[in-house]
């Protein structure tokens, strides 16, 4: 895995640690019942996720 994250090679990360896609990610993609909410900057995303849950 650590070969692929250091290529330019898209990988698709399925989390909900927040701390990990600020850090580890360029874009993000935000789905509420498999709709697109948000598509963006990673710390972006989870700006906006923290906005629609508090």
């Known amino acids: 895995m650590s070969k692929f994250w ?3 090679t898209t990988i698709l990360v399925v989390s909900h640690d927040l701390d990990f896609i600020k850090q580890s990610c360029n874009q993000a993609i935000l789905l509420e019942k498999s709709r697109i909410r ?3 900057k990673a710390d972006e995303a989870v700006y906006y ?3 629609t849950v508090s």
Do not use: A, I, P, S
């Open 6 to 8: 250091n290529e330019k």
């Open 38 to 40: 948000f598509h963006g």
């Open 49 to 51: 996720y923290l906005q």
